[in-house]
């Protein structure tokens, strides 16, 4: 058996819609330095923040699929986004911020997905694959609005919002 034999390749091109969601708590706070009000620095309790985003649109992609001698797959796909970014937060030891709700974000954007995955078949019922992904997602100017305990809401410009990953996976595959 020859690697360099290529026994079947295809090109599959894709359309869908994707929701991504990050939901982030804060706790355990430690204040470091301190510039601006004279407060002691080190740990402070009861710190449970969060900050939910979600990431959401319609999207297009293409993957290109090569199987080598009927036992190594090499897939590389990619994909073009549209997105519609919100997130919402909850500042706990904020009293002058409303609760559960502190804040805010809504924003448009893009964002880009790559994808490499190598597949091993040695036998009909197993398969291993190891893949890297990366994504890199980013929004335009958006609208930051804070609520306030006191009832009054305030809008400011929010700035560009960026979300980049990058992942290493490995894979089992048993087919019955």
Request: proline fraction near 3%; aromatic fraction near 10%.
């Amino acid at each position: 058996h020859r690697l360099s034999k290529i026994n079947n390749s295809s090109i599959t091109p894709s359309i869908g819609y994707s929701i991504h969601k990050q939901n982030l708590t804060m706790t355990n706070g430690f204040q470091s330095i301190d510039l601006i009000l004279p407060v002691e620095t080190g740990p402070f309790s009861g710190l449970n923040s969060t900050y939910n985003t979600k990431w959401q649109g319609p999207f297009l992609g293409l993957s290109l699929n090569t199987t080598l001698n009927h036992k190594h797959n090499i897939e590389v796909s990619g994909q073009l986004h549209i997105v519609s970014y919100y997130a919402d937060a909850n500042w706990n030891l904020r009293s002058d911020f409303n609760h559960p709700k502190s804040f805010e974000h809504e924003a448009n954007g893009a964002g880009a997905t790559l994808n490499l995955e190598y597949g091993f078949k040695p036998g009909k019922n197993l398969s291993y694959t190891t893949s890297i992904s990366h994504q890199n997602f980013s929004t335009g100017s958006g609208i930051d609005r804070t609520f306030f305990s006191s009832g009054a809401v305030t809008e400011v410009k929010l700035d560009q919002v960026n979300w980049t990953s990058t992942s290493l996976m490995l894979g089992l595959k048993y087919e019955l």
